[in-house]
């Protein structure tokens, strides 16, 4: 079973306030993905990738970058955060499934 | 507009009892559907999937049964236990342009009391 880790698993930051989350998987899976799930709206696309240098746009973009370095890491950045990004951000990896994280629960104040 | 609904938002069930979760699509190429369970707390895993080939799929207490004429799908949870209680998320996807991503309903969230 693949495996998912995040960091850190909670975060707490000021407006204009800048943020990495980071998220390594360990079975080699080509694609890596990064969602925000708020109450009311499931789960939703950040961004992804399907291998290091690449970087897709998801369906949520705006305010975020990301970055994939290796197959293994996945860094999501936030430059300039505000309080509508504050959210549970979960990463996840897949071959044909998609394997999440525990997640990284970010307040933005 | 959401492509993948998901119905009830909530439901309870007693210990016992068969939970029925639906879901309906809207692109009639989606072709793989997976369902899966969040507990609060953890991220979401795999639960059980189905392929637009197949009407039904089994495994243990978890079955779906797949309508791809009407574009429903469910998921039925037999004797439920409270362990069973989590949210359920029905995701979808097709063979057309991008089939790298999930279209995600917006849940189901289940408690099952003892």
């Known amino acids: 079973e693949a495996a998912v880790t995040q960091s850190p698993r909670n975060k707490v930051t000021v407006t204009g306030g800048n943020v990495t989350l980071s998220c390594r998987q360990t079975n080699s899976h080509n694609y890596m993905y990064w969602y925000r799930q708020d109450t009311g709206h499931g789960l939703r696309l950040i961004h992804y990738s399907y291998g290091a240098g690449n970087l897709q746009i998801g369906d949520v973009p705006d305010g975020y970058k990301a970055t994939r370095t290796t197959q293994e890491d996945f860094f999501l950045l936030l430059e300039l955060a505000s309080p509508s990004q504050t959210s549970l951000y979960f990463c996840?990896?897949?071959?044909?499934?998609?394997?999440f994280g525990p997640g990284t629960r970010l307040t933005v104040l | 507009q959401q492509q993948v609904r998901q119905s009830p938002q909530s439901l309870t069930v007693w210990e016992g009892e068969t939970a029925i979760l639906n879901c309906s699509y809207e692109?009639?190429?989606?072709?793989?559907f997976p369902w899966y369970q969040q507990f609060p707390g953890e991220g979401p895993a795999l639960l059980i999937s189905?392929?637009?080939v197949s009407d039904k799929k089994e495994d243990g207490r978890f079955t779906i049964f797949f309508n791809k004429r009407e574009k429903k799908l469910s998921l039925h949870i037999t004797d439920s236990q409270p362990g069973d209680s989590a949210t359920y998320f029905c995701a979808a996807r097709g063979n057309v342009g991008d089939n790298s991503k999930l279209i995600w309903g917006l849940g189901t969230s289940l408690v099952v009391n003892p």
């Open positions: 692109d009639s190429t989606f072709n793989y």
């Open positions: 996840a990896s897949s071959d044909a499934e998609q394997y």
């Open positions: 189905i392929r637009s």
